[in-house]
């Protein structure tokens, strides 16, 4: 019956945004079958799953036997947080995500799961808006909370993960990814927290080598990677390898806080052009943790038999 529903909104699905309830808009499937994987439709097979899982299970032991921490972040599609805004045919068909299915197979491994606290924070204010595929600058704060919650209960006799206070939440601009595909701007804006205490500045080296001191609320676009920061006054002294892609932007400010040195390249989990040698990573950088920070869609590109973490 949900295929059906599917063939019967033929019409909805030709193009590549697919509309939305209240002005939302979300990626086809020419994009990592991404509104498939939205109502369920695209599910990973058990080799897939398993792939994934014995992918990270590798690092993650491969690390803690050299003491290094494992951190797996998996920043939600917009759908899984705003599931209610999907087109209204979608209804009655919307099922489990390749991400309910990663997690169910996965209780051993260090993974956070930011669907739940970013729909709670959404009742407030937008954590994410309708014409962006990316969380906003607020909902990656809502995530930095979550990941502290997590880690604290962890490593319950470690240091408690710093969280910045905030002031007020601010609404900015609409940021509309989807312009060049003829969907038109919806609100609500853009939302980023207004901290009320002071980042530390951060030296900022850039995918071309140059070095600036930014300001260090300010986020690391993707586009300046490989990156790295350097922190007088972090929060810690560790040192952290950062795998990610465009999500991490928003978590980007709280890492360069953290910790007194980070390493920030692309996982290209996207398409494996280039998959990380984690190894070759950790013996260049020796850093103190190693978070994987992955937009959930990426999940359905499954490592291929051969590619492994280098370990």
Partial sequence: AAEATWQDNSAQLANPVVLGRDGWAFYNDQIEE???Q??????????????????????????????????????PSASSVYPEQL????????????????????????????RHDLRTAAETHAVYTPVNSHWTDWGGYVAWQTYAACHDAMYPTADPVWIPAVNRVESTRIYNEYAGYGVPDAEPAWTVPDFAETFADVSLTVADGTTAVVAGQDPVDLSKLPASTVTDGAKTTREALIM????????SPYWGQE??????????????????NYRALVDQYKPDVVIVQLAERHLVNAPKTGIGTGY
Avoid at 61 to 73: F, P, V, W
């Fill in 38 to 75: 939205a109502v369920g439709r695209r599910y990973l097979t058990v080799g897939e799953v398993t792939a994934w899982h014995d992918y990270f299970s590798t690092l993650e032991k491969a690390l803690a036997d050299q003491g290094i921490e494992l951190s797996i972040q998996i920043s």
């Fill in 244 to 251: 990610r892609d465009s999500m991490g932007g928003a978590l």
């Fill in 259 to 276: 910790y007194a040195k980070t390493w920030q390249i692309q996982h290209r989990y996207d398409d494996w052009s280039n998959p990380p």
């Fill in 87 to 114: 087109p209204e045919w979608t209804g009655g068909i919307v099922g489990s995500t390749p991400m309910d299915q990663f997690l169910a197979a996965s209780p051993d491994l260090p993974i956070a799961d930011f």
């Fill in 34 to 36: 991404n509104f498939s």
